[in-house]
Every structure is written in structure tokens, then in C-alpha cells.
């Protein structure tokens, strides 16, 4: 009977053992990720999702802790010392304020992994040394294939010669400001000119893309999170005045944007996913994870706006584009 008792007994404490043990990270797997974004828009929020989607294709078991800063970069302090202070197993960052966030939150607490996208250039912004070498706890995505603006720039000095192209951005974002420098870099030896306003919040949008209709031929709206907030504000003028508007990323087409040579946002957030997985499943350091460009780029035009902004249609498009519409 004791025997029998003991065995009973023994039994019970190993069951409770092992729920113990599937409490934990180590054994159940289940983690917790803090995810922040500046703001709020189709692309940052196609990166998410595709994040997700990676994970969840793992099989891991998460717990997200979503925080957007609502545009405001001072919001994001508060969101990554949160992250650090509930001790997060990683932290995934979706732009660059939140990258750079995140990376300075983390400061004394490298043991957190960080891994972004959404970033136009690391390095540049100070977020990775370089690309093959991205640092003791962060790697990721950029959004930003180095032949695209590039692309961008030639197909408006091919198809909108002597343009004056007007540049809307917020020079408070390094992205933003490498992404403007390459721009002028690119249009050197073309036909075109650039007029430039600059803005400080997504407020002040619509009032400097007005002041520069009688300015410019074409707006180019590069990838700055304040204006393509806003971005509805641009497209109203560039309809109203028919201007053709370039911008650059595909989902500002379902805003309504004329032309892009993009990429998927989807698809950068589910490799980062990838990354992610590879760092909590399989063990893997950020260090031995190089930071990587986005795969490819393709041209995308939205017939609809092209039409509402007095593009005359080219049939080469017809054989080199994938179409999007405005959405509904």
C-alpha cells in the first residue's frame, strides 16, 4: 500500500514538473515579440503581416505586443524602453525610427535580438555598420532595392522628358533624406529638374504638394513614412491639376499613384519573419545573419489614376507592367 502510495505521488510531482517546464520559453516555445511602427499605412502594415505569416507558417507559438507611434517619433522611446522593460524575446522593428528606437532601447540589453524592415538604408542611418556585418543584436530587411530609384528616374526622363519633378518629404527621417539624395543623384545627365518642399508632419501635405502645381510637371513621392500617411492629399492635387504621381511603393497605387517600380512589402516582412525564426527556434545570432535587399523589383502602374491624372497611355506598359487599381 505505501509502495502504491509513493508511486502515486511520484507520479503527481513529475505531471507537475512538466507543466512547469511547458511554461516556459525553453520547452513550449511560446514567445513574446514586441512589434512597433512609426505610423499606420498599407506598406508598413503588409510588412507585418507578412512577418506574422512567417512565424506562424514555423509553427511557433507567439504572444505580440503591437505598438504604433502614431506618427510621431516620440512615441517610439516609450514603446521600445516597454519592450525592454517586460523583457520581450524579440523585437520587431518596422521602419526606421522604430529600428533606431529599438536599437537604443536595447543599449544595455543586447540579449534582445532585434530584427527590422521596412528601413530604406542601415547603414547609412547608422543601424548596422554593414550589410554583411549587422552587429550584436539586430539585422533585417531594407525596403529599398538599390536599382529602383534609379529605374524610378529614368522612366520619368523617358517618358516625361524636360519635367520638372516635385519632391514632397520629411527631412526629419534619414531614410527620407538618403532616399532624396539618390534621387538627384540619379536625374544627373537626364532631361529632368527637381523642386523640393519639405515637411514636418503628415499635416502639412497637402499644402506643399498645392504650392508646387504651377512649379512642377510630375510629383515623386519617395517612401517617407509622414507624407505616404498623407499620401491621399497628393493624389486629390495631382487629379485635380492632372499630374502624373510617381511614387514608391506598389501599395501607394491602391491610394492612388500613377507608377512605381516597387516591391512587395509582404514579401520583405515574411523574410524578416524567416529571420526571426531562425534567431528564436533555431539559435541563430544576428551577427551570423547578414542584412539583405529586397529580391526584386517590377514595374506596377494603376491604369485608373493614370487616366485620372492625363497620362497618355504608352502600349509598351501594357507588356511590361503588373496592374493595380485604386481601392474602393
Same mark, same amino acid.
Given at each position: ?21 511547458g511554461t516556459t520559453n525553453g520547452s513550449s516555445d511560446t514567445f513574446k515579440i514586441g512589434a512597433s ?56 522593428? /518596422?521602419?526606421?525610427?522604430? +529600428? *533606431?528606437?529599438?536599437?537604443? #532601447?536595447?543599449?544595455?540589453?543586447? !540579449? =534582445? %535580438?532585434? &530584427? ?67 534621387v538627384r543623384a540619379a536625374g544627373e545627365g537626364t532631361s529632368l529638374s527637381f523642386v523640393e518642399r ?26 517617407? /513614412?509622414?507624407?505616404?500617411? +498623407? *499620401?491621399?492629399?497628393?493624389? #486629390?492635387?495631382?487629379?485635380?491639376? !492632372? =499630374? %502624373?504621381? &510617381? ?24 523574410r524578416t519573419g524567416e529571420m526571426a525564426v531562425e534567431i528564436l527556434k533555431d539559435g541563430k545570432s ?43
Open positions: 500500500m505505501k509502495r502504491g502510495l509513493q508511486l502515486i505521488v511520484l507520479a503527481i510531482i513529475s505531471l507537475v514538473v512538466l507543466a512547469a517546464c511602427q512609426i505610423v499606420e499605412h498599407p506598406s508598413l502594415d503588409r510588412a507585418y503581416e507578412g512577418f506574422q505569416a512567417a512565424l506562424e507558417e514555423a509553427g511557433l507559438e507567439v504572444e505580440y505586443d503591437y505598438q504604433s507611434a502614431q506618427g510621431d517619433p516620440n512615441n517610439l522611446k516609450p514603446i521600445s524602453d516597454g519592450f525592454v522593460a517586460d523583457d520581450v524575446d524579440l523585437i520587431f522593428a /518596422n521602419s526606421t525610427p522604430a +529600428a *533606431l528606437s529599438a536599437l537604443e #532601447a536595447t543599449k544595455d540589453a543586447r !540579449d =534582445i %535580438p532585434i &530584427v527590422f524592415t521596412s528601413v530604406t538604408d542601415a547603414v547609412a542611418s547608422e543601424i548596422v555598420k554593414a550589410m554583411d556585418e549587422p552587429g550584436e543584436n539586430i539585422t533585417g530587411v531594407t525596403d529599398l532595392h538599390p536599382d529602383a530609384i534609379q529605374e524610378t528616374v529614368n522612366f520619368i526622363d523617358q517618358y516625361f522628358p524636360n519635367s520638372s519633378v516635385g519632391l514632397i518629404y520629411n527631412a526629419g527621417e534619414s531614410n527620407s533624406v538618403t532616399q532624396i539624395e539618390a519639405t515637411v514636418a508632419n503628415s499635416n502639412e501635405v497637402q499644402q506643399a504638394a498645392t504650392s508646387l502645381v504651377s512649379e512642377v510637371d510630375v510629383f515623386y513621392i519617395v517612401t517617407d /513614412n509622414t507624407v505616404v500617411s +498623407a *499620401l491621399d492629399s497628393v493624389v #486629390a492635387v495631382a487629379n485635380e491639376q !492632372d =499630374i %502624373p504621381l &510617381v511614387v514608391g511603393e506598389p501599395d501607394s497605387l491602391e491610394k492612388g499613384g500613377f507608377v512605381t517600380f516597387g516591391i512587395d512589402y509582404y514579401t520583405i516582412g515574411y544576428t551577427k551570423d545573419i547578414p542584412v539583405e535587399y529586397p529580391p526584386e523589383i517590377q514595374l506596377f502602374i494603376n491604369k485608373g489614376a493614370a487616366e485620372e491624372q492625363g497620362v497618355e497611355w504608352n502600349t509598351e506598359w501594357d507588356e511590361t507592367a503588373q496592374f493595380k487599381e485604386t481601392a474602393q
